[in-house]
């Protein structure tokens, strides 16, 4: 039998703040984009950590 390997990369869905911590200007830029109803993509690396 082949044990499942748990995908640790985060791929949609709100979690939590510390995904996206300190992140003051990006945060008020995303929060007057959703106001505006203009569509937004975050696109970021992923972590070795």
Do not use: D, W
């Not at 995908?7 to 510390?18: A, D, H, K």
């Not at 007057?32 to 690396?45: E, G, H, W, Y």
């Amino acid at each position: 039998m082949k044990k499942k390997i748990a995908n640790p990369f985060v791929t949609g869905g709100y979690i939590s703040p510390e995904y996206f911590c300190e992140r003051q200007r990006e945060t008020t830029h995303l929060i007057n984009a959703i106001a505006s109803k203009r569509n937004v993509t975050l696109i970021s690396l992923r972590s070795a950590s």
